[in-house]
């Protein structure tokens, strides 16, 4: 795992993000060396041929990025899979021929373009279907092993398992009681060193079941630990794999003396700035937008065109969310009717990220059902979030406890990268309209 904008990202995903880069690179580089009359090395650095290339190589990268390529990149269809690679390359050759009408300075030559792109189609989809089945696989994978069977400790295995190109996989659990379907039980925590002896596991994960709770050798742990095996909790392994902070096998103690669990007052701050910033801009440049749509909204439903919302802000203060009112599918698909939130980022009563603003009765009722809601509110609400592009929108109670649980992982990670990191993403899902 690698962890970039405060995120763990699988390993095998850099490499696929890698590997597309230089095997599209040296397709183009080849139908250059194939199709020109001067020498490679004057098109690359004379006339920049080197830049072309990487333009049109950032925008078939982007469409495959938008078409999730880089998310879940198992091979479901061979036909979708090229159908996607295909639509790539329209928009490249889309583009080239904007290109080619403004007069930039990154158009490819024709027959560059033709034939790198015709080597591009074949190579990328046998290159992944190659990929996929070889991070399918648990080869090199690293091996973990359990002690005790919390309920984190289920779900991670049971993810994992799913999951293989997360390059983690389970040999196993031990724990004197419990049980955990399709998994193997290799004996009780007792016999710790003699599992250790013969299958030598990467890492341990600890993780007791709350309600059944068994000894632990810390001292024989910690003696493994300054030895050099990776030993963490059963709630760092989750946070890694799920992105989200558990809240099943979290005592209260944890939320009160881990400083981590709290937001940095440098970061706050930060945000506070930058979100100022980037909300005045937006609001004037979509200022023409919101003009057309309040124009939409009057005449096509009469009545009052925004509507204001009491919701729960930082700390629990109330304010008036404001949004378009208006039943139109397509104005919510596109998020417009959320455009007038950006004068609350202005008045900072919210964010341009952070947990989705919720109204002082939802909230009370749901800190009655739920431990810790009410952490949410350390932050100020956002227009989008980490929940919101990670979790269906839901009113069930399971769903609910998973938003709390991004909620809570964005509060523990706030910070500008994890910001536009989300920013990025909502910006795809909005244009994608999902």
């Not at 080197?50 to 879940?72: P, S």
């Not at 990929?131 to 090199?140: E, M, N, Q, V």
């Not at 002690?147 to 984190?152: F, N, T």
């Not at 799913?162 to 925590?189: C, K, N, Q, V, W």
Request: aromatic residues 10%.
């Amino acid at each position: 795992m690698i962890r970039l904008f405060k995120v763990s990202i699988p390993s095998s995903a850099v490499v696929l993000v890698i590997s597309d880069a230089v095997l599209l690179f040296s397709c183009y580089l080849f139908a250059a060396w194939l199709t020109i009359d001067i020498p490679l090395v004057t098109f690359l650095f004379e006339q920049s041929g080197y830049w072309h290339i990487a333009f049109v190589m950032g925008v078939i990268m982007l469409v495959l990025y938008f078409n999730d390529l880089y998310e879940q990149y198992q091979v479901r269809s061979r036909i979708e899979l090229i159908q996607q690679f295909c639509l790539a390359l329209g928009v490249a050759f889309l583009l080239q021929s904007l290109v080619s009408y403004a007069q930039w300075g990154v158009l490819l030559p024709k027959f560059v373009m033709v034939y790198g792109s015709v080597l591009a189609l074949i190579l990328l989809p046998l290159w992944r279907m190659f990929f996929t089945a070889l991070a399918s696989s648990s080869l090199g994978a690293r091996k973990l092993l359990f002690l005790g069977v919390s309920p984190a400790v289920r779900e991670i295995a049971s993810y994992l398992k799913e999951h293989p190109e997360f390059g983690l996989t389970s040999i196993g659990y031990l724990d004197s009681a419990g049980e955990i379907p399709g998994m193997t039980r290799l004996g009780s925590i007792a016999q710790l060193d003699e599992v250790l002896a013969e299958l030598h596991p990467s890492r341990v994960v600890v993780g007791l079941d709350p309600l059944a709770p068994a000894s632990l050798p810390v001292e024989r742990l910690l003696e493994l630990r300054l030895g050099g095996l990776e030993i963490e909790e059963a709630a760092a392994t989750y946070e890694m794999v799920f992105r989200r902070v558990s809240t099943r096998d979290m005592p209260p103690s944890h939320l009160i003396f881990a400083q981590e669990m709290s937001p940095r007052a440098a970061s706050v701050a930060l945000q506070s700035a930058y979100s100022l910033v980037l909300g005045l801009v937006a609001f004037l440049i979509t200022l023409p937008v919101m003009a057309i749509v309040a124009l939409i909204v009057k005449f096509t439903s009469g009545g009052q065109v925004i509507q204001r919302e009491q919701c729960a802000g930082l700390n629990g203060a109330q304010f008036a969310v404001l949004k378009f009112r208006s039943t139109a599918k397509w104005l919510r698909r596109l998020r417009l009717d959320e455009l007038p939130q950006l004068f609350n980022v202005v008045r900072g009563e919210m964010a341009i990220v952070g947990p989705r603003p919720e109204r002082p009765e939802f909230a009370a009722a749901l800190e009655e059902k739920i431990p810790y809601y009410r952490q949410r509110l350390c932050v100020k609400p956002g227009i989008t979030g980490w929940a919101q592009i990670n979790e269906k929108s839901s009113d069930a109670i399971e769903d609910t406890i998973q938003k709390l649980e991004f909620d809570r992982y964005y509060i523990k990670n706030l910070s500008l990268a994890l910001d536009a990191y989300i920013m990025f993403h909502a910006l795809k899902t909005t244009l994608l309209g999902r």
